[in-house]
Structure formats: structure tokens, C-alpha cells
């Protein structure tokens, strides 16, 4: 699976650890920065790693902020995303579930390293259940197309 990352600088440090992780599980991992702890805006790379999802150029998305919460923000911008913001394991189970969430936002000042391995393995590997939760995510859709462009 190709997975675009990012970060801000709030972020950069269990990004950093986050790729190193999940390349070493065999993804293949595509970093869209920052490249430093060095202090910087969330949107520019929120942005970069939304759209690369939203285009289909990876399959699933990875943002890492202080607490995932303004890079869900961004990420909700783009058509065809869906972004969660899952400091834990319920939510990160259920955004696969229910949403069929394509990027997982996380607060880097919020997690140690080994629980965001944990919730970032247990969202990767939960499948979307379909069903009912498939006419949502087609209503969804359909927002999209009638009101964005
Ligand atoms: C940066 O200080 C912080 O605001 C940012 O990382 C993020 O938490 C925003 O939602």
C-alpha cells in the first residue's frame, strides 16, 4: 500500500518515527515534509498529502499536527477525502468501520510514538464494512459533486 505523510513542525518528530516504522512493515511510504522541527505552517502540508489522496496518487493519507485536529481541517478541504482525527483506538477502528476514512490525522503532542503505532497498524488494517455505511459515504459523495468544484 503507498501511503503519503506529513507534518508541521509539531509534528515532524512522530512523523519521523511513524515512517520509519511503517517502512520498515514493507509500505511504501511517500514524505511530503516538513523536513524539520523547525516551526511552520500545518495547511502547506496538510494540503500536499490531501491531494495526493484525493488524485489517487496514494491510497491512504497519514498527517501529523499537535492534535490532528487542524490538519483534519485542511484535509476535509480536498474532494474525495475523508479525514479522521483519531487520538485512539475506538475512533481509529470506527473511521475505517463507519467512515471508510482515507487519511488519519494525529496530535503529535498528544501521542507517545509506540500508542500512534498502535492506532495507525489498527487503521491501516480495518477494512471499510460496506453495507448501510456505503449509502452514507455515497450521500457524501453526492455533496461533492452538487456543491463543490
Ligand atoms: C502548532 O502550534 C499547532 O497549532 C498545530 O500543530 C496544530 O495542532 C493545529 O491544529
Redesign the pocket.
Known sequence: MKIGIGS????YRLKEELKKHLRKEGYDVLDFGSKSNK?TD?PQYGLKVAEAVGKKEVERGILV???????A?VANKVKGVRAACCNDLFSARLSRLHNDANVLTL???ILAFEFAQEIVTLWLETPFSRGKHSRRINQIKGMEKERFI
Not at 508541521?8 to 509534528?11: E, I, K, P, R
Request: net charge neutral.
Open positions: 508541521d513542525h509539531a509534528g516551526s500545518y499536527c499537535g492534535t490532528g485536529l487542524g490538519m481541517i496530535g503529535g503532542r
